[in-house]
């Protein structure tokens, strides 16, 4: 007769919450600690032997070319999805009475320079609507004389001829089998697009979408060459009053580096809410 096994009861086996896989991911990973450290060791350098004497006096100006670059980002983003979900559609399904031009608009968009389009629509339009009398006696005039209309133009137009193609693929990459079952149970058209489509195409377009953004916010400098107020037209004036180069290119270059983790921290919330939501 052979003897069951003994087994060692449960408290010799204590359970910790902070043992296994979770602690590992809480652990940050050796390069970028060490990434951290050169970062800091470069800020506290730069804070130590650079001269930032000058920050108060530009403090004001700094925040104002802030939020001109922050809203025209928010702004072109918004407009410019909103305009790349139709351009996706009409190439990934419709007719080619729709189909055709879309295709050619973001072909032209995206083959030629985004300062030739925004010189194009600011000394293009800009020197045209002076000349019809109904134009200047509008109320629309006294937008049409500023410059920052023409900058959101020009760059809800270019993120939209680059998220229409990306649109196209998120669209076209949705199994066939889940539209057709829908159809076969009686779902109207939109509804098929507003909960099944759309939010599958969103899902699949996010991690493309989160770079978009980012090199949105790189193109905004280019909004200075019309002498609209941004962040870097802010910089560039610094340098020419205190004839420094380095503090307010570095203080640019952090600007923008903050702004860019601002927006994949956002987008990555967003692609953990949308299959729970949406999906």
Known sequence: MTEAPLEAPIETFPIHKDTGPNLQARKLPPHRIVLILIGLALVASAAYFMRWEWLPNYGGLILQGLWRTIWILCVTVFLGFLLAVPLGLAQASGPAIVAIPAR??????????????????????????????????????????????????????????????????????????????????????????????????????????????????????????????????????????????????????????????VIVFLFRRVERLIPSKLG
């Open 104 to 261: 050619w608009f973001c072909t032209v968009i995206r083959g030629t320079p985004l300062l030739v389009q925004l010189w194009l629509l600011y000394y293009g339009l800009g020197s045209l609507f002076p000349q019809y009398p109904w134009i200047r006696g509008s109320e629309l005039w006294p937008y049409l004389r500023q410059a920052w209309p023409y900058a959101v133009l020009a760059l809800t137009l270019s993120y939209a001829g680059y998220e229409g193609e990306v649109m196209r693929g998120a669209f076209a990459g949705v199994p066939k089998g889940q539209l057709e079952s829908a159809r076969a149970f009686g779902m109207p058209r939109f509804t098929i697009f507003r909960r099944i489509w759309l939010p599958q195409a969103i899902h699949r377009a996010l991690p493309t979408l989160a770079g978009e953004a980012v090199l949105q916010l790189k193109s905004t400098p280019l909004v200075a060459t019309i002498t609209v107020v941004d962040l870097y037209s802010v910089a560039s004036r610094v340098r020419q009053d205190t004839f420094l180069t380095y503090e307010p290119l570095l203080l640019l270059a952090a600007g923008y580096l903050v702004i860019t983790g």
